[in-house]
């Protein structure tokens, strides 16, 4: 489990394996969902379900604004999700702001930036080619989505599968 809250600078929590097999029988944790804001990880494996994880000393989410509230942006996802070669990735705004969305890899490092400008407020759509800031096509596997606007942040995770 890592902390994004610096996409550049990844912070491990804490790790957790559902199996005690390693290399090809390796079964592990399927999904990790970091969304409620008392700081609950929520965690699910194929053999034994779900389950409710907290870090210690890492207190839950302060300050944090409800999405209905006044100046959200949010991410509302992407299709297809898994996808190849390409995605749309749809985002809402409750007013006029400057959006930054980017990708970036499982280890935190910025692979494109899909839009630095300012948006309406609405629904907007930007599609992603599967590439990297050079026009490299990224490797198959798992990026995370952060849309950045008046300070607040939002991450969506997908899958890039060739």
């Not at 390796?26 to 609950?40: I, K, M, N, R, W």
């Not at 297809?80 to 400057?98: E, G």
Request: aromatic residues 12%; charged residues 20%; negative net charge.
């Amino acid at each position: 489990m890592f902390d994004v809250s610096n996409p550049t600078s990844p912070v491990t929590l804490d790790t957790y394996d559902t199996s005690a097999f390693t290399g090809e029988n390796y079964e592990g944790c399927y999904g990790v969902y970091p969304y409620a804001q008392s700081g609950v990880i929520y965690v699910t494996d194929f053999d034994n379900g779900l389950f409710l994880f907290s870090v210690e000393g890492f207190p839950p989410a302060t300050g944090v604004k409800d999405d209905a509230g006044p100046g959200y942006a949010r991410i509302l996802g992407n299709y297809p999700n898994p996808f190849n070669p390409s995605t749309r990735v749809s985002f809402q705004m409750d007013r006029s702001a400057d959006v930054t969305l980017a990708v970036y890899d499982t280890k935190g490092a910025l692979v494109q930036t899909l839009a630095h400008r300012t948006f309406n407020a609405g629904t907007h759509d930007v599609a992603w080619n599967g590439t990297d800031a050079r026009g490299h096509r990224a490797a198959s596997g798992v990026y995370f989505l952060r849309l950045v606007s008046e300070g607040r942040s939002d991450t969506h995770r997908m899958v890039l599968l060739k």
